[in-house]
Each structure stands twice: as structure tokens, then as C-alpha cells.
């Protein structure tokens, strides 16, 4: 075979001609391996290496249907021969995991051939990790194959080999696969006299303690190792004495750490190896739960012991063996009127823990323990302490008990009627009584977790869930019940599932309320409470049409608070509901135009369209045609959009209804530019004055202007007219704040979808920029195309909308504003534009421009406006760690400015921005900054008696960091 020397000294195309002469059948393995043979006998290691390493990479490389059946055992034999040459040694070890991985045809005579090679010709901690994970790698491939051949034909002698391979391993990346070796073979060899040992030799590795460095590229994790492990140590029954023994020994580490993964383990212990295997331990276990209860103070302690107690119990209850839980719920009963409610509540957690192990703990803990603690708890000498101590029990257990029923882990043995009996029913309602009788807030939001529990588990009788209801109904309209309100809203979805009737009423009941609630907070709560009754029920509409009506009549105070309930129940309405929903919307809306509504604040519209516009995205589509024609005829009529134009502050309510349902609908159903309700809009802001009156009117128009691509023509004289009112010949018009807000929007229409009437709108803008007189227009047209969020004209509003427009202005249009700057250096609008296009960026991007961006962001520092100077002391923030040279060069203009602005501003975020500004500056090259210390610390010593708290803190943060320079 030719070319075979080139390939054995390195040369890769040799290499390949070689592979596709063998998949090809033009050469055989024969031919090659007489070619090779000088070099696989080579007395230099070197030769040797080289020559069995291209052996190798052609039998990993080439297709595997080259190499017969029969020739797989002299490749074995050979591979397994030259092991025990140190130079070739890895690359064999290589050669051989690709056959046992890749060739199901590797016959178990084979696999037999390959353990006796790797346990007789190496020593395995003897080798380097890389070779000793080879090692490790291919034991577990054998054994996952060929398993069974390998216990019946080595038995014990593969144990004693394997023990003596694994013995010592310390580096985490061979760790992760012995223990996944270790399960393997413990549940398939005869360990004989090696059970001791073959555990001993993975325990000594418990606790874990490894923490991986830093971006480990292995992935090689503590929390996979410690599960690796817990299953090596529970591998095999046998196992059982020694691991318990052990665990119980290491527990009383005082390592918190050490301790979880201590009972973690136990807890994994108790389900692999069952009641036989663990019954002569578990006094000693529970000893150790019990004592870890009541004397460590660390939370994940408790968690765990909570954990292995559970474990340990369900275990038992397989084998209906309880009777060592006799100490417990004895213990329990006589700690119920302790004086310490702690005691109390540690014990309560243990049965809380007994009874989520399965129904037969549960029943018994319900039976020997339950009336005593309702009778402790109704009793009147029992103290505040007790009571909350008791009832977080009684309604743990409740809760725990209905996890169980509904679980599909836990094999359930009796019927709920047979764990809590009618007695045991009637003593649950007499302390659900008492805790709304006795209890604060909070032990009567335990109580209501105990209703939802009972509920969930069929043990308690509408009559009596209506009773509680009306009690729960006067304590939500209550002050300082907010635990009680939340604790119901958590449970309404159960309760109204079970009981649709009793839903309702208390919706009714609730909304009725709403105007005498004097809280927000409160009302919020009460809200939720609401919400969540009416949630996928059929009060929803109800509830929204209630909601709606309070929010345009004013019958509160709180209409954020409402407004974002409204916009959880059109998160999760049905597809019928939004149609009733959005009907009640429109009709509503109208109706309090007409009566003259008290204006809604942006905030809340903005929520509100934003939550209306949602429901496109889950709205099918006959559904979507049919809202898309009730929207356009409810507010396609001209004197609708006149009347709110001229009187805007009582249209908010059918502005954002207007705006969320036209702005919005998808391109196929929106209005073309030409049809009556963009024709009106133009009609209406021709007769407007001012840019609010007709902001949400311009909005949609800009919108339709988007998604009428189709109309092209039609499309290109209205923008001419829009353009036109505004400028024309270069020569700025006379026009009106509704002319400049319509093309402002309809630049920002064709702006972010890169129209081609992109190019004019914006050269128009410039324009406005260049004049000082109209200057000031032009920052608020700008304002409008690249920062304005607005419902409509978004990617969520089904707009054409391209990625990265803002950063493509940014690359392209930056320099133009510098140049305009350069040559008229008294139109500080320039500046604004400029802060403009700079929030409309992320830094990274900034970056890029930096050195012409840089000049103008500290110019800009002399100005007064509130937008221009926190996004100028914002971005240097920012730049300060990111390019600190450059900031460097303009220390003396920086600190100067930011001292004036910290003292003297107006606006506290000014002032704050300007003071993190300050504290930013100290991270730079000291002798650049230790000049100007004195200065700095003199007026920061005023700003720390700001009047505001806001900047008095970021004052003093400041002052710390300029007292460390060094």
C-alpha cells in the first residue's frame, strides 16, 4: 500500500487516501497492516507510537463494515497486547472504547479478553488521568453490553480486579465515571467477601466537598457528583449495615453542609434498601432527626432531617410497621401546652413530616394526635404563642394530607372518609371556627390553607365552606388582613372549582366593596381575591365589565390597581370571553366619552392598551374579522374622533380603546391609509391644534400608514400632503402641534420598516433640526421615531418592523448631527437630538463612535434639560469603566460639571446620576483624580444633607469611595 511511511510521519491527506482506499475496497486491512508492520515493531518508541496510532485512527476513521467479524479478534488481541507498552498504551486504550462503543458485533470471548488485559497489564493509579479515564470509560462500555457474560465468566475476580483499578482515584473527571461504574457492578457480580470493600471504596469519598473552578469546561458539577455517589452507596442491600453505620457516625459532624448531605443520604438510604434492611437502625435514626429538630438552628438541617424522617416512615408503612412512631406522637401530645411555643412548633414539623410520608402515617397521626391539638388550641388558657404554634400544625397536616391524595408517588391505602373520620371532620371545623374566632391574620390565613386542603380532599360540606366564605368576605374588607386576603386568593381556584355557586356569590359580594376599600394596597388584595374566584369560571366577564365601569366612573381612587387586574383577566380569558370582553370595552368607552369621564392617567392607559392589544396572539381568526369590524365601526365616525380631539380629557377612556384595537389589528384586516377612519383622522388633526389632542389619533394613523403597503400610491400622496404641511422647497411651513404630531408618527411608521419614504422623512427632520425656530419640533419628531414605546407601531402590534433600525440611524446619521452642531454651536437642540439617538442605542454600539460622540456628551453637560443631562452623565457612568483613557482626557470639565449639577439641579435624579457619576470617576488612574479630591470632598460634604434621602445616600456612597483613593 503506498504513501503508508508518509501517513505514519504525520501527513493527514496521506492518512485520508489511505481510509478511503479500505471504504472503498480498493485496499484491504491486510495490505495495510503488512505495509504498517515495521512500524508497529519498531524498536524506536517513537516509530512504535506513531505507527500504532495511524493503526488506530483507521480503524476509528474508517467505516466499520470494512472490518469483518472475523478479523475483530486479532485487533483485540493486539490492542490488548500493546497496553502494557507505556508509549501506545493510550492510543489502544482509544482503539479498543471505539470497538466495545461502535461494533455490536464484539463477541463476550472478547470483552472477557479486554478486562483481564486492562486488571493483568496495568496498574491502573499508576497511569496518567487521561489514561486512567480511557480506562475507566471502557469498563463502563463493556459492562453495559456485555454485563452478564462478564459476571458469569469472572465472578469475583472482576470485583477484586476492579477494586483494585479504583482504589485511590481522586481526580473529579475519572471520579464522575467510577461512580457510575460502581452501581453497575454491584448489582450484576457476586461481591463475596469484597461487599465491605467494594462499599468503603466509593464512601470514603462522602461528604463531597469538591467546588469546581471557574467556567469549568468539563461540567463536572458538586451536585452531580454527591447524586453519583448517594447511588453508588445504595447500590447493592448489602450495603445497608456499613452506610448506615457510617452516616449515623458522620452526622454529628458540626458542618451544616455535612449534615444535609448526611440525612440527604440517609433519605435516599431508607427508599433503596427498604424496612428489613434498615429496621436495626431506626432508633438510632430518628435519635439523630430529633435531635437536629430541636438543637441546630440552620433551616436546610431541618429540611433534610424533615426529609429522611419522611422517607424512613414511608417506608415503614409498606410493612404497616409504625409502632416505632409511638415516641413521636406521645411526644407531640405532651408538648402541645408547653410554654415554649418553639417546642411546639419543631414537634409539629415532625408530624407535618410523618403525615406527607403516605395515608397509614397520616391516619394514625390524625388519630392519636389531632383532637388533643384542637382541644389545646380552643381552650381559653392557651396563649397567643400556642394557638399560631398549633394551628401552623393542624394546618400543615391538612395540607400535607392533601398532597398525599393527590400524589403520584404515594400508593394511597384507604379512602379519605377512613383516614379522617366524621370525628376527626367535626374537630377540623371547630378549629377552623376557632381561628376565625380567636386567631390574627395569620392564623386565619392557616385556616383558609385548611379549608382549601379540605376542599381539595372531599372531607367538608358546602354548607360549611359558604359559612367560612361569609366570614372570609367581612375580613377581607377589613384593614390588617392582608395574609387572610392572600391566603384566600391562593385558594380561590379549588374553591371555586368545587363549589361554583358559592364563587359567585363572593365576587358579587367583593365587587360590591371595591368603592369603600380606603387602602391601595388593600384594594389590590381584594382585587386578587377577585381575580383569581373568577379566573376560568364564567364570572370572568362579569368581573371585567364590574372592573371597567369602576375604573370610568371613578368610583375609586386606584386606577393602576384596577387597571392591572383588568389586564389579568384578559391574560387568561378564553377566546369566547375577549369577544364579550372586547365589546364591553368599546360600549363602555363610548359611553363615558359622551359623559364627560374624568381623564385617565398615561400610566393606566398605557397598561390598559397594552393589555387589550395582547389578545391578538390568542384570538383565531374568524375571531380576529370580527373584532376588527365592531373596532373600526364603534370608532370610525368622524364626529367621535372631533369630539375627543376637542376635549381630551374626557376622551381618555375611548382613546385607549381606540388606539389598542385599531393600532393593533394584523396587517390583513387593518385599515388601508384611504379608508374612512384614516380619512377622518386627517380631517380631524387638520382642525386640531395641539400634539396631545390628537397623540393616540396620529398613533393609529401612523399604524394604518405601516401596514398599507399594498396601496402604494395612495400611501405616496398622503405622505407628500403630511410632509408638505410641515416643510416644502427646504422652507419650513406654519404648522400646528397636530400636523407636526401626525408626520412625527408617520415617520416613525416608515422609519422602522426601512420604507422608501424613509430617506425624505428623515432628511425632513433635519430640516427641523437645522432652523433654530423649529429646532425644538424637530428633537420632539426624533424623540418620536427612535425612543417613543407605544402600543401601536411595535413589533408586538403586527407592524413591519425591521431589527436594529435604531442602531443602523445611530451608524449612519450620528456624524450628520455633529457636523450641524459644529456649524451652529449656539442650537443647543442639537444636543438633545444627540442625547436622543444615544438612548435609542446600547453602549456597545456607542462605542464604535465614541471619539465624535465623546465632545458633544460633555458639551452637553452645560445645558439644563433633565432628559439631555442624565442620559450625557448615564452614558459617561458607563464609559468611565468601559473606556476610561478616553473619559480621562476630560476630567477637569466632568468633575466640574457634576459638582454643579450634585449641588444645585433642580431634578433629584439629576443630582443622583451626577453624584454616581462622582463615585464612578474614583476607579480611574489615581494621580489623574487625587488632584481634584479636596474640591470634590468639600461639596460633598453639602450634598449629604440634601433634602432628599435618594441623593443623600448616593452622596455619601460617593464621599466613601473618594476618602479611599489611594
Known amino acids: 500500500m503506498e504513501r503508508v511511511d508518509d501517513a505514519v510521519n504525520g501527513d493527514t491527506v496521506a492518512k485520508g487516501a489511505i481510509i478511503q482506499a479500505i471504504n472503498e475496497g480498493v485496499s484491504s486491512w491486510v495490505d495495510f497492516v503488512e505495509a504498517l508492520g515495521p512500524s508497529l515493531t519498531h524498536e524506536q518508541p517513537t516509530f512504535r507510537q506513531n505507527g500504532t496510532s495511524l493503526f488506530v485512527d483507521v480503524v476509528v476513521e474508517a467505516k466499520s463494515s470494512t472490518l469483518s467479524q472475523s478479523a475483530i479478534p486479532f485487533v483485540v488481541q493486539f490492542l490488548c497486547d500493546r497496553v502494557q507498552d507505556y508509549i501506545t498504551s493510550n492510543i489502544c486504550l482509544r482503539g479498543l472504547l471505539h470497538l466495545s462503543d461502535h461494533n455490536p458485533i464484539l463477541a463476550k470471548e472478547d470483552a472477557v479478553k479486554i478486562v483481564r488485559s486492562l486488571f493483568e497489564a496495568l496498574y491502573v493509579q499508576a497511569q496518567p488521568q487521561t489514561t486512567r479515564q480511557l480506562v475507566f470509560r471502557l469498563m463502563l462500555s463493556l459492562l453495559k453490553t456485555h454485563s452478564e457474560h462478564l459476571s458469569t465468566e469472572m465472578k469475583e475476580d472482576f470485583v477484586a480486579g476492579f477494586l483494585q483499578q479504583i482504589d485511590g482515584e481522586k481526580d473529579p473527571r475519572c471520579l464522575s465515571v467510577v461512580f457510575d461504574l460502581v452501581p453497575f457492578v454491584a448489582k450484576v457480580f457476586p461481591m463475596g467477601k469484597f461487599v465491605e470493600d467494594m462499599f468503603e471504596v466509593t464512601a470514603c469519598y462522602f461528604p463531597i466537598t469538591f467546588n469546581p473552578p471557574p467556567n469549568d469546561p468539563y461540567g463536572i458539577t458538586k451536585e452531580g457528583l454527591k447524586m453519583s455517589l448517594a447511588k453508588c452507596m445504595v447500590a447493592s442491600p448489602l450495603f445497608a449495615p456499613y452506610c448506615l453505620d457510617m452516616l449515623l457516625?458522620?452526622?454529628?459532624?458540626?458542618?451544616?453542609?455535612?449534615?444535609?448531605?448526611?440525612?440527604?443520604?440517609?433519605?435516599?438510604?431508607?427508599?433503596?434498601?427498604?424496612?428489613?434492611?434498615?429496621?436495626?437502625?431506626?432508633?438510632?435514626?430518628?435519635?439523630?432527626?430529633?435531635?437536629?429538630?430541636?438543637?441546630?438552628?440552620?433551616?436546610?438541617?431541618?429540611?433534610?432531617?424533615?426529609?429522611?424522617?419522611?422517607?424512613?416512615?414511608?417506608?415503614?408503612?409498606?410493612?404497616?410497621?409504625?409502632?416505632?412512631?409511638?415516641?413521636?406522637?406521645?411526644?407531640?401530645?405532651?408538648?402541645?401546652?408547653?410554654?415554649?411555643a418553639s417546642v411546639t412548633t419543631t414537634q409539629g414539623k415532625m408530624v407535618v413530616a410523618v403525615v406527607g410520608s403516605g395515608d397509614i402515617g397520616a391516619k394514625e397521626l390524625f388519630k392519636q394526635y389531632l383532637s388533643h391539638a384542637v382541644n389545646t388550641f380552643l381552650i381559653s388558657t392557651s396563649t397567643e404563642q400556642v394557638r399560631t404554634a398549633i394551628a401552623r400544625v393542624v394546618s400543615g397536616m391538612c395540607r400535607a394530607y392533601d398532597a398525599v391524595v393527590h400524589s403520584d408517588d404515594l400508593a394511597t391505602h384507604f379512602p379519605v372518609a377512613d383516614v379522617l373520620t366524621s370525628d376527626l371532620q367535626e374537630c377540623l371545623k371547630k378549629f377552623v371556627d376557632g381561628c376565625f374566632d380567636l386567631g390574627t391574620d395569620y392564623v386565619k390565613s392557616l385556616a383558609v390553607a385548611t379549608v382549601g386542603a379540605l376542599v381539595n380532599v372531599n372531607a367538608v360540606s358546602e354548607l360549611d365552606v359558604s359559612r367560612w366564605l361569609d366570614n372570609l368576605i367581612v375580613f377581607c374588607k377589613r384593614e390588617n388582613h392582608t395574609l387572610t386576603r392572600q391566603a384566600l386568593a391562593q385558594e380561590s381556584p379549588s374553591l371555586a372549582k368545587a363549589f361554583p355557586s358559592l364563587a359567585g356569590n363572593v365576587v358579587e359580594k367583593l365587587l360590591s366593596s371595591v368603592s369603600t376599600v380606603s387602602s391601595r394596597s388593600e384594594l389590590g388584595e381584594v382585587l386578587d381575591v377577585v381575580v383569581c374566584f373568577g379566573t376560568g369560571s364564567n364570572f370572568a366577564v362579569s368581573i371585567f365589565r364590574t372592573l371597567i365601569q369602576s375604573l370610568y366612573s371613578h368610583s375609586t381612587r386606584d386606577d393602576m390597581v384596577i387597571a392591572k387586574k383588568v389586564a389579568n383577566i384578559l391574560c387568561d380569558s378564553s377566546n369566547e370571553e375577549l369577544m364579550v370582553m372586547v365589546s364591553t370595552c368599546v360600549s363602555e368607552s363610548i359611553l363615558a366619552m359622551e359623559n364627560g369621564t374624568v381623564a385617565l392617567e398615561e400610566e393606566v392607559v398605557e397598561v390598559l392598551s397594552s393589555a387589550i392589544a395582547s389578545f391578538w396572539k390568542r384570538m383565531d381568526r374568524s375571531g380576529v374579522e370580527e373584532v376588527a369590524i365592531l373596532a373600526l365601526n364603534a370608532f370610525g365616525a368622524e364626529d367621535s374622533m372631533r369630539k375627543f380631539a376637542l376635549s381630551p380629557q374626557s376622551g381618555s377612556s375611548w382613546m385607549w380603546c381606540f388606539q389598542a384595537l385599531v393600532g393593533v389589528l394584523p396587517r390583513d384586516v387593518s385599515p388601508a391609509i384611504d379608508s374612512e377612519i384614516c380619512t377622518s383622522i386627517l380631517k380631524v388633526v387638520n382642525e386640531a391644534n395641539s400634539w396631545s389632542s390628537v397623540e393616540h389619533m396620529c398613533a393609529v394613523y401612523g399604524s394604518c400608514f405601516n401596514k398599507s403597503i399594498d396601496y402604494q400610491s395612495v400611501r405616496e400622496g398622503a405622505f407628500n400632503t403630511i410632509c408638505n404641511d410641515i416643510c416644502s422647497n427646504e422652507r419650513v411651513e406654519v404648522y400646528t402641534g397636530a400636523q407636526l404630531c401626525l408626520f412625527a408618527y408617520v415617520a416613525r411608521a416608515v422609519v422602522v420598516a426601512s420604507d422608501a419614504f424613509a430617506p425624505r422623512a428623515l432628511k425632513l427632520i433635519f430640516t427641523l433640526l437645522q432652523h433654530r425656530e423649529s429646532s425644538q419640533d424637530g428633537c420632539r419628531v426624533l424623540d418620536t421615531v427612535l425612543q417613543r414605546e407605544t402600543v401601536v407601531l411595535s413589533r408586538d402590534s403586527n407592524a413591519y418592523f425591521k431589527l436594529m433600525y435604531a442602531q443602523r440611524f445611530f451608524q449612519e446619521h450620528l456624524p450628520t448631527i455633529v457636523k450641524m452642531y459644529e456649524e451652529d454651536k449656539e442650537n443647543a437642540s442639537l444636543l438633545c437630538a444627540l442625547s436622543t439617538i444615544i438612548r435609542s442605542v446600547p453602549k456597545q454600539v456607542l462605542m464604535t463612535k465614541l471619539n465624535v460622540a465623546l465632545p458633544l456628551l460633555i458639551t452637553s453637560l452645560t445645558l439644563q434639560n433633565e432628559r439631555v443631562l442624565l442620559t450625557a452623565l448615564e452614558t459617561l457612568f458607563v464609559l468611565v469603566h468601559d473606556a476610561p483613557k478616553v473619559v480621562e482626557e476630560h476630567i477637569d470639565t466632568l468633575v466640574t460639571s457634576c459638582l454643579e449639577h450634585s449641588q444645585h439641579h433642580l431634578r433629584m435624579s439629576v443630582r443622583k446620576s451626577a453624584l454616581e457619576t462622582l463615585g464612578a470617576l474614583t476607579t480611574l488612574t489615581p494621580h489623574i483624580v487625587v488632584p481634584h479630591t479636596y474640591t470634590v470632598l468639600k461639596c460633598l460634604g453639602k450634598c449629604v444633607d440634601d433634602r432628599k434621602r435618594i441623593v443623600r445616600v448616593a452622596a455619601a456612597s460617593a464621599r466613601s469611595k473618594w476618602y479611599l483613593i489611594e
Open 249 to 340: 457516625d458522620k452526622v454529628t459532624t458540626r458542618i451544616t453542609e455535612a449534615k444535609v448531605d448526611c440525612f440527604n443520604a440517609i433519605a435516599e438510604a431508607a427508599r433503596a434498601f427498604g424496612f428489613i434492611n434498615i429496621q436495626a437502625s431506626l432508633s438510632d435514626i430518628y435519635k439523630h432527626i430529633r435531635k437536629e429538630m430541636f438543637e441546630s438552628t440552620e433551616e436546610t438541617v431541618h429540611k433534610a432531617a424533615l426529609s429522611a424522617l419522611s422517607s424512613c416512615v414511608s417506608v415503614m408503612q409498606k410493612t404497616h410497621q409504625l409502632r416505632p412512631l409511638k415516641e413521636l406522637w406521645e411526644e407531640a401530645r405532651h408538648h402541645l401546652s408547653d410554654v415554649d
